[in-house]
């Protein structure tokens, strides 16, 4: 089904997306009508024309409000909706028209996160109702539903190269490593020295164990999961921790975004975490966060309607191929 562009974009901007195949930006947008919220999704060629409607390539009204997208071919994403809905949308006529593939609502509330597994044939989600489901993008069903959590499920990350792995972070305080491959997938990972509750977590390029993880108080760590104590651990927010990403090309860099409308990137040395770029511009929660591939930028989105596109000078600076003397590659 083929959808006609909105007049507008919804005011809170939720989700951004760099599509590493074509530099294309996917943007993806809520607000509250009455007591109901509404959402819609879009394209724009570059970063730059959003989230200016009449720059916008493709746009098209969703059913709810957007929680998470991500792109999993040069032209087809995924998102979640707080409908409880996993939807696909395929960009067509050149990326001028969005056509809707597939809808399932098998959640019983808010889809809070989705992870694309490494090899693109299936997709995480995450849900308030407590719930992780797998759902097969090739056969359009769902795998897998798992209860292992006590509470909201935050966040869902696939791992960047073993496809049957992932982890997740709940508001039980519990983070659980997940191999779909075993009888018994869910195993506990240690959170020390993180004592709020976990928020987001990701997991470091090229890396096997290494991950980042955040709390609702602005607290980082950064790990490997095969060990109790943490590698790093330190503060750079001043309130929850929305959504984390390391930097696919200098993979020691994670960039952070939160609660407290800022954006920063620190940079992680085997002895220590060095802050290299703080933005304080935003007047509103930063929800949405993603790296240009081959670049030293980063484009961030708000509530308060704005996307900017952020140049990480510091970066540029560097002459790091891979990790510093003692990090895991």
């Not at 960009?91 to 609502?105: G, I, P, Q, S």
């Not at 943490?230 to 959504?243: A, D, E, G, N, T």
Request: net charge negative; charged share 20%.
């Amino acid at each position: 089904m083929q959808w006609q562009n909105p007049p507008s974009i919804d005011r809170h901007l939720d989700v951004v997306q760099n599509n590493e195949d074509h530099g294309g930006l996917l943007l993806g947008a809520s607000s509250l009508t009455g007591c109901q919220w509404g959402g819609s999704l879009w394209y724009f060629d570059k970063a730059e024309s959003a989230p200016d409607v009449e720059k916008s390539a493709a746009g098209t009204r969703l059913d709810a409000g957007i929680t998470d997208g991500q792109w999993f071919s040069a032209n087809n994403v995924v998102i979640g909706l707080d409908s409880g809905c996993i939807e696909l949308w395929e960009l067509v006529d050149n990326f001028h028209t969005f056509n809707r593939t597939f809808m399932a609502k098998e959640h019983d509330d808010m889809v809070n996160s989705i992870s694309v597994t490494a090899d693109k044939t299936r997709v995480v989600s995450g849900s308030q109702d407590n719930c992780i489901k797998v759902w097969d993008l090739e056969n359009l069903q769902s795998l897998h539903t798992y209860k292992a959590h006590l509470d909201h499920v935050h966040c869902v990350c696939c791992h960047p190269t073993k496809s049957d792995v992932f982890l997740s972070c709940s508001q039980d305080g519990a983070i659980l490593l997940w191999d779909t491959r075993k009888p018994k997938p869910a195993s506990k990972i240690d959170k020390s020295p993180l004592e709020s509750i976990p928020t987001c977590i990701t997991w470091q390029p090229n890396s096997e164990h290494n991950v980042a993880v955040a709390d609702q108080v602005g607290n980082i760590i950064y790990k490997d999961i095969r060990e109790k104590k943490s590698l790093l651990s330190w503060k750079s927010h001043s309130r929850s921790v929305h959504r984390l990403a390391f930097s696919p090309d200098w993979p020691n860099t994670v960039a952070s975004v939160g609660e407290d409308c800022n954006v920063v990137v620190t940079r992680l040395t085997e002895d220590q975490s060095i802050e290299i770029y703080k933005d304080e511009s935003h007047q509103d929660f930063v929800q949405g966060l993603s790296w240009m591939k081959g670049s030293s930028k980063l484009v961030t989105c708000s509530w308060d309607s704005t996307v900017k596109t952020h140049c990480i000078s510091a970066l540029s600076q560097c002459s790091e191929n891979g990790l510093p003397t003692g990090m895991e590659t």
